[in-house]
């Protein structure tokens, strides 16, 4: 592996320290180091300016941050199909592979060739507002519709593949991947599904209903959401990052992508292990 994409969380200090540091190992080790062209204004020594050209001969993509960081990362590379190493510096860290303490032993398996490569579903969310498409997004993790700051039920009209579901008077709708099954899916009382499966899960936000439960589909269905209020704030949100203002009658499709985030994984530390040491950090 002779060149490397390096993408840092600047707005933590940690992360431009360590930043440096890997740049000047990379160095040492005879990888070329390319960063975002916004990182530049650091003047990071020895890294040159990842550009659409330069990415194609990446061997991959280190991101030094949290899971907030990579969810960013993915969205931005997953398209070129180059494996992300995730770094984590930020709290959980469930999609990271590697903490601080073991940063250089990982970054030595992965010169050396002995790690694997996991596909990780995203999804595609289009966004018709009068029968146009008016904006479309990709998640790796979920795709929201909840209602904004006021105390308001909204009504959240659910089809799957042209059939009709429900309709969920509820504070929104988490529709996730199974990566996200461990973010606010989880936290909504969604189950936590693994990541090499490939499904979609439907969980309502507090349902004003005792009957409403999340539903785990197909990845070859469409789910629409229709939403059917007009008096409330109702926002789409995107991996928790982007958002999106909706109005009464707009449909959101929901799909698996065609793009997948690759994530580079070490021996020794399976899914379980992470998830049970970090729903005990998060315990904490």
Not at 164 to 179: R, V, W
Request: aromatic letters at 8%; hydrophobic letters at 40%.
């Amino acid at each position: 592996m002779q060149k490397i994409g390096l993408v840092a969380n600047v707005q933590k200090e940690h992360a431009v320290k360590v930043a440096q540091e890997l740049i000047t190992w990379f160095d040492k080790k005879g990888v070329e180091v390319f960063v975002p062209a916004n990182s530049s204004k650091y003047d990071w020594e020895k890294a040159q300016i990842l550009s659409d050209e330069t990415a194609s001969s990446l061997g991959c993509i280190l991101v030094l941050g949290g899971d907030g960081t990579l969810l960013s990362a993915a969205r931005n590379y997953a398209s070129t199909g180059i494996p992300i190493l995730g770094i984590n510096l930020g709290q959980l860290g469930f999609l990271t592979s590697l903490e601080v303490p073991d940063l250089y032993h990982g970054l030595e398996l992965l010169l050396a060739g002995k790690y694997t490569v996991e596909e990780r579903m995203m999804l595609e969310a289009t966004v018709i507002r009068a029968g146009q498409v008016v904006d479309c997004f990709y998640a790796l993790n979920d795709v929201v519709v909840t209602k904004g700051a006021f105390s308001r039920m909204i009504r959240l009209q659910v089809h799957i593949s042209g059939r009709y579901i429900d309709m969920y008077p509820a504070d929104g709708l988490i529709i996730s991947s199974p990566t996200g099954s461990t973010a606010y899916s989880l936290s909504a009382g969604g189950p936590i599904v693994a990541p090499d499966l490939e499904a979609m899960i439907l969980t309502p936000i507090c349902p004003h209903t005792l009957y409403s439960r999340p539903v785990v589909v197909s990845p070859y269905q469409e789910v629409t959401v229709t939403l059917c209020t007009s008096q409330a704030e109702v926002m789409l949100t995107v991996d928790g990052q982007h958002g999106f203002r909706l109005q009464k009658q707009d449909q959101i499709k929901v799909k698996k992508a065609e793009i997948a985030t690759h994530l580079i994984r070490f021996p020794g530390r399976s899914f379980f292990d992470v998830l049970r040491e970090k729903l005990r950090e998060g315990g904490r």
